[in-house]
């Protein structure tokens, strides 16, 4: 496919289980592992290179990982069925699963519930106490179709009755950027997932306990994993089955420890009837 008006983050890991197995062409075809950029593509590749090359020893194929630049360039992809297996946000699976019928699989957990949060951050040395004094202000978020770095903080503010026109909103690309943006100066609050704040890459490069959490939002279902609609029944359930029992196995353990989770479990699509209420109380297109 041809894209002349961006540059796509595209990188391909192909790792063959056992050297000098003859594949029938069937087997051997390549399965395209798409990761939605809610980290940058350099560190997306390094962290679920471990699991990639899991996947290929254990399905005795190809596993490839791609990501994109920003997430409107993913789910052109994600539309155009581009992924085999897709880790999207909450948001992003519900318009797959509408619009494609992408099945869903699993979800991550990097706590013992499961679930994840929103918070809102300041520096503690800017004399901002409470979401009252957001206003006026400039409030960091991902982008526009993150579900728990923009639409859940969002609710946050609008539950105190704090309004868009009150505040500046920037968007910068992913929620590293905007813990950043805070930390810099840039912004005078972000709107983040919790669990950013506990993010090696975070953690080495700004001391995060110069952060106050102004607010938490209440939990959602963790990020989702899912499959094209027309992957064969059996393939989807032993890409699933390994998956939900990674952390019973070393190399599994060491592959989920790379990308900062305990397990992965199975996923129900109505556990994310919750995402969709929030989407109908924000006023989402969908």
């Not at 950013?196 to 959602?220: G, H, T, Y």
């Not at 699933?240 to 996923?267: F, S, Y």
Request: aromatic share 6%; charged share 25%; proline share 5%.
């Amino acid at each position: 496919m041809h894209r002349k008006a961006t540059v796509t983050w595209l990188v391909a890991i192909i790792l063959y289980a056992i050297a000098g197995t003859v594949a029938t062409p069937a087997d051997d075809k390549p399965l395209t592992l798409g990761i939605f950029p809610r980290w940058s593509a350099q560190i997306t590749v390094r962290d679920f290179t471990p699991l990639a090359e899991l996947l290929t020893r254990e399905l005795g194929r190809p596993v490839r990982i791609e990501t994109d630049k920003d997430f409107d360039s993913f789910m052109r992809r994600v539309y155009a069925k581009e992924f085999d297996i897709v880790h999207l946000n909450q948001m992003q699976y519900l318009n797959a699963h509408d619009k494609v019928h992408y099945r869903l699989i699993a979800k991550i957990c990097d706590n013992p519930t499961c679930v994840i949060k929103a918070v809102i951050i300041v520096r503690k040395d800017r004399n901002i106490n409470k979401l009252g004094d957001l206003k006026g202000k400039i409030i960091a978020f991902a982008d526009p179709n993150a579900t728990v770095s923009y639409v859940l903080a969002k609710s946050l503010l609008r539950a105190s009755d704090i309004q868009p026109p009150q505040y500046k909103t920037i968007f910068v690309k992913n929620p590293p950027n905007a813990v950043l943006a805070v930390y810099n100066g840039e912004a005078d609050a972000a709107g983040v997932g919790w669990s950013v704040l506990l993010k090696p890459e975070i953690r080495q490069r700004i001391d995060v306990n110069q952060f106050n959490i102004l607010a938490e939002s209440r939990p959602l279902p963790h990020l989702p994993i899912a499959v094209r609609a027309d992957m064969n029944t059996k393939l989807m359930r032993k890409i699933q089955k390994i998956l939900i029992t990674l952390r019973q196995r070393a190399d599994g353990r060491a592959a989920l420890q790379k990308i900062g989770l305990d397990r992965i479990e199975a996923a129900k699509d109505y556990e994310y009837n919750t995402v969709r209420e929030l989407i109908h109380e924000e006023h989402i297109s969908h």
